[in-house]
């Protein structure tokens, strides 16, 4: 099993920025994908971005050149660093964790974090 926990939500005003943090607890020796969904009011869970162990990244078109995703390795933390916030991206931010490695083993599942609020407004 992995525990994700994620932290870094909060209220900020259209223009500004928020950082999220994600960290897996558990055992593990490596993990092959973290990143982040969200989910607005009414609306579908969304990729928000992906970061790989070999370092590749995948944004949502809504975010791009706004969001930068990063994890120094494959047991990192996750980051998510959101500048020039809108309105539209006031949502649920949910960490996720997929293809971990243990000592002999290999477990495809994914996992999520609780979810931390980012609400954008003035």
């Known amino acids: 099993q992995v525990q994700l926990l994620e932290s870094g939500g909060g209220l900020v005003q259209p223009g500004g920025s928020l950082r999220l943090s994600c960290a897996a607890s558990?055992?593990?020796?490596?993990?092959?994908?973290m990143g982040w969904y969200r989910q607005a009011p009414g609306k579908q869970r969304e990729l928000v971005a992906a970061?790989?162990?070999?370092?590749?990244?995948n944004y949502s078109d809504s975010v791009k050149g706004r969001f930068t995703i990063s994890r120094d390795d494959a047991k990192s933390p996750v980051y998510l660093q959101m500048n020039s916030l809108k309105p539209e991206d006031t949502a649920v931010y949910f960490c996720?964790?997929?293809?971990?490695?243990?000592?002999?083993?290999?477990?495809?599942?994914?996992?999520w974090g609780q979810g931390t609020q980012v609400t954008v407004s003035s």
């Open positions: 970061h790989t162990r070999t370092g590749s990244t």
């Open positions: 558990g055992s593990f020796v490596m993990i092959n994908v």
């Open positions: 996720y964790a997929a293809g971990i490695w243990r000592e002999g083993d290999f477990d495809a599942n994914a996992y």
